[in-house]
């Protein structure tokens, strides 16, 4: 059976990652946004969209097509692949085909999605759609040129958190801070820490990872593959089986702002996400890390710093990048890795240097229609 998840441009590769930890899949496939897989039992897919971190939507891939700028094209595309493919054994009596499009077409989400709906109809006459409460989510996943056709299993999107109700102008997304968590090649053994935490997204991220709480803990009855056949015998065996390795003790993982309002945000979400007592949060200031860790002990920095813009000042964003570049050069093991999300990274590359650390990775990626820097140093 084949899989699809759909990530963040850039990305793909920490969505690969993922997958095999979770469910070992094989005949990994990266393209732009999608990653294809390969799994044994229909139970992976659940457990993906229990767990995952990474990703926007995953499910059952039926088929992929060629899309074409023009409507007519590619429904006549869809067509000739639909009618390979045999749906006896997923369908009920009702339906919705949901869809995401991306790229330059002349046509919109919603008009696609109909004309696919029609031509299930037309194969399948009993059916009907249902919008409110469907028995079967089929998801279209438009980018580009090319059009992927599966069976959506999550039934929302796994990117948005629940924990995410007090923010920071500048938050992240989940999928995003987690990503730089991923990026870091931070362990639950390792110490990790972001100094400009924000609504503490970063390190919650690395706390959901490290003690292995589902990010849809929470979510369990809005999980649409808890309304298939095949996983009701499995439910509660499930459920527990994934729950009973969730670990409690406290993780090495820390989160510092200089500002109270968003140290007790950040402490609201983590209480949110499930994971407060697992994870250390404090207010303290940039200059003040090297008090806190022992020369050479942390492994991983983590961190959105204060972004560039009109309304800030830039000689004192230059100082608190140079004191933060010049603290992460005390605490940092020799073998230690410093991963920055950035809008703008000429001057901390500058600055970086001045502190002798390199550039060890660097690349785009999308969060939204925003366009970030990845950056990873090492000393």
């Known amino acids: 059976m084949k899989g699809f998840a759909i990530t963040s441009k850039g990305i793909e590769h920490i969505t690969a990652l993922e997958l095999k930890e979770l469910i070992r899949c094989k005949n990994v496939v990266k393209e732009e946004t999608v990653i294809k897989f390969s799994f044994k039992d229909l139970i992976d897919l659940c457990s993906v969209c229990y767990k995952a971190q990474s990703m926007f939507r995953a499910g059952l891939l039926l088929t992929e097509f060629t899309v074409e700028k023009t409507l007519k094209k590619s429904v006549n595309n869809i067509k000739t692949e639909l009618e390979k493919i045999d749906l006896s054994n997923w ?52 980018y580009n040129n090319k059009g992927y056709f599966g069976i959506d299993f999550s039934g929302f999107e796994l990117a948005k958190r629940q924990y995410k109700i007090f923010n920071h102008p500048e938050s992240l997304k989940g999928v995003t801070g987690y990503s730089l968590v991923k990026e870091s090649g931070f362990t639950k053994d390792k110490i990790l820490i972001d100094p400009f935490m924000g609504s503490g997204v970063i390190p919650i991220e690395a706390t959901l990872y490290a003690t292995k709480f589902p990010v849809q803990y929470y979510n369990k009855d809005k ?38 309002r968003y140290l007790k945000a950040s402490q609201k979400n983590a209480k949110l996400a499930g994971i407060e007592k697992n994870l250390n949060l404090s207010k303290v200031s940039v200059d003040w890390l090297s008090t806190k860790f022992e020369k050479n002990s942390v492994d991983c920095i983590v961190t959105d710093p204060p972004r560039m813009s009109k ?7 230059r100082n608190m990048y140079s004191e ?5 050069s005390i605490i940092l093991k020799k073998d230690g890795v410093i991963v920055l999300l950035v809008k703008d990274k000429e001057l901390l590359v500058e600055i970086a240097k001045k502190h002798k650390f390199k550039i060890a990775k660097s690349y785009l990626f999308n969060q939204g229609k925003e366009i970030f820097n990845m950056l990873k140093f090492t000393k």
């Open 91 to 142: 369908i009920k009596t009702s339906f919705i085909v949901k869809c995401k499009r991306a790229g330059k077409h002349d046509f919109h989400s919603v008009d696609i999605a109909g004309k696919v709906a029609n031509l299930i109809i037309k194969k399948h006459k009993n059916l009907k759609t249902e919008f409110d409460n469907p028995d079967l989510i089929f998801y279209l996943y438009i």
């Open 223 to 260: 999980l649409f593959f808890t309304k298939f056949d095949f996983f009701k015998a499995f439910e509660k065996e499930f459920f527990k089986g994934h729950d009973s390795k969730i670990i409690k003790e406290k993780t090495n993982i820390f989160g510092y702002d200089f500002q109270l």
């Open 311 to 317: 309304h800030k000042n830039i000689p004192r964003l």
């Open 324 to 328: 933060f570049l010049h603290q992460a």
